[in-house]
């Protein structure tokens, strides 16, 4: 259950990042609100995976999720160039979340 919570936490750290875009310097009331919304959202949820995971792993997968998902929707959405090098270290972090995935103690 906790890396579930981790994966949805992930999700909402997206869409805060994604959010920060879209309203434009927070100056847009709507989706300022939204974006304040999914970033507490994205803490409570971390936060309660932190309660049956190692935090140290916990928070490098949480980041590397919003990482990973806010520079494709980056290129995806707003013209964000896409090379080689690009996807090659997008990769890199995949590799890093799997990897402590697999290593993490403790994890249920």
């Known amino acids: 259950m906790a890396w ?9 750290e997206i869409a ?7 309203s434009d310097g927070l100056t ?23 309660e049956q995971l190692p935090v ?3 928070y490098a997968v949480w980041t ?3 990482a990973v998902g806010t520079a494709a929707l980056g290129i995806a959405l707003f013209d964000e160039p896409l090379s080689a090098a690009r996807v090659a270290f ?3 972090i995949v590799v890093g979340i799997v990897g402590l995935n697999l290593t993490a103690s403790g994890a249920s």
């Open 56 to 58: 140290g792993t916990a």
């Open 16 to 22: 805060w990042a994604i959010g920060l875009e879209y």
């Open 28 to 50: 847009r009331p709507v989706p300022t609100a939204a974006t304040g919304v999914a970033m507490l959202i994205s803490v409570v949820l971390l936060a309660k995976a932190v």
């Open 64 to 66: 590397g999720i919003g």
């Open 4 to 12: 579930y919570l981790l994966f949805v936490a992930g999700l909402f």
């Open 90 to 92: 997008v990769g890199l």
